[in-house]
């Protein structure tokens, strides 16, 4: 009985706390899956989609742009 009471209180100096955080983390990751959620970094490439319309215009309206002052004190 001493032997199993002194090997629990050795256990119970040693513990850390750290010995849960593998065991958190897996709780975590299941419920973010659960709801569908990822927060890892995505490899894949993304490309930005841009109607060449759009960014003609835009540039056209940037080049015919006049900077002038806006309201001037009395």
């Not at 002194?6 to 899956?33: C, F, W």
Request: charged letters at 35%.
């Amino acid at each position: 009985m001493k032997r199993l009471k002194s090997g629990r209180s050795a256990a119970n100096q040693v513990s850390t706390g750290r010995e849960l955080v593998p065991i958190k983390a897996s709780v975590i990751e299941d419920e973010l899956e659960k709801l569908g959620l990822s927060f890892h970094v995505k490899t894949e490439s993304r490309k930005r989609m841009v109607a060449p319309d759009a960014y003609h215009a835009g540039r056209e309206a940037g080049r015919k742009f006049e900077p002038r002052r806006g309201v001037e004190t009395a």
